[in-house]
């Protein structure tokens, strides 16, 4: 049985770290794999600068340095920005995947150019970035953005705390509220379509919610990033890869002490009471 811990960037209460987990019932996957869901210790707020994407790499790098002596057997990134990807990488010996890089060139296999739909305005300068540092600027057609601020919690309207569970009216506005915000992600992509895009890629695992109501209505691919990473898990798993030690060294003197260290006092101040 191949074990694969998903480090989700937020640290989320067991309730966020669910709704992350249900991005599992949209893949099919053998039964020889499981999957594990561990939040960080300290993250971002939003993803919206550099100040918060610094957090998420450092945040990130903490919560998977002890996978491998965990007995995980791959790491995912739960997030589009791939922080803590190349960090990992350079210590530990077993697969980090990022839905990123991985999104982009699954879209060039099955398409010429993507398009990326991103939910909020201020994560687009981020979306650029991690385009251009994989040398795919000239493959994506274009980036459109609803600039609807996202809940990294309850992510694109999941409203289940606030529902009056015997009233069936509850639960049906709960769905009238996605369906407020799935025909503007779908406007988007329908505009990628007619800048060029062959495929079309979520900005964010956040938005999973609403691939499957995109996949329903447009005419071309939709990858889901965060499901994509679990089946490219078991695919190098299955096929015995890792990543490559020319590419990924290894630091000559660690000190994944201090990184620990780090963040259980950034954990202190920011939950003095926990």
Not at 116 to 128: A, G, M
Not at 129 to 149: F, Q
Request: glycine share 8%.
């Amino acid at each position: 049985m191949h074990r694969v811990v998903v480090l989700v960037p937020l640290s989320l209460d067991e309730e966020g770290v669910a709704r992350r987990r249900s991005q599992l019932q949209s893949v099919s996957l053998g039964p020889d794999i499981d999957f594990d869901f561990k939040a960080v210790k300290v993250g971002p707020a939003m993803f919206d600068s550099y100040h918060d994407w610094v957090l998420a790499d450092i945040g990130l790098f903490e919560a998977g340095l002890d996978a491998q002596d965990d007995g995980y057997d791959a790491v995912c990134i739960d997030t589009m920005s791939d922080s803590g990807v190349n960090q990992l990488r350079s210590v530990l010996d077993i697969p980090v995947i990022g839905p990123a890089k991985a999104s982009f060139h699954v879209a060039l296999t099955l398409g010429h150019k993507f398009g990326v739909v991103t939910q909020w305005k201020p994560w687009i300068p981020e979306t650029v970035k991690v385009i251009a540092e994989y040398g795919l600027t000239d493959k994506c057609a274009s980036i459109r953005c609803v600039d609807v601020e996202p809940d990294l919690e309850q992510l694109l309207g999941d409203k289940e705390d606030e529902m009056f569970p015997l009233l069936l009216e509850a639960g049906e506005r709960c769905v009238d509220k996605e369906d407020e915000m799935f025909p503007l992600l779908l406007e988007a992509g329908e505009r990628c379509v007619e800048d060029g895009a062959d495929v079309i890629c979520l900005a964010s695992t956040t938005m999973h919610e609403a691939h499957g109501y995109l996949a329903e209505r447009l005419p071309v691919p939709v990858i889901n990033p965060g499901p994509l990473t679990y089946k490219l898990a078991e695919l190098v798993l299955g096929l015995g890869l890792t990543h490559s030690r020319t590419a990924y060294q290894r630091p000559k003197v660690p000190k994944l002490d201090v990184i620990k260290a780090m963040l259980a006092a950034g954990a202190e101040a920011e939950h003095p009471n926990a």
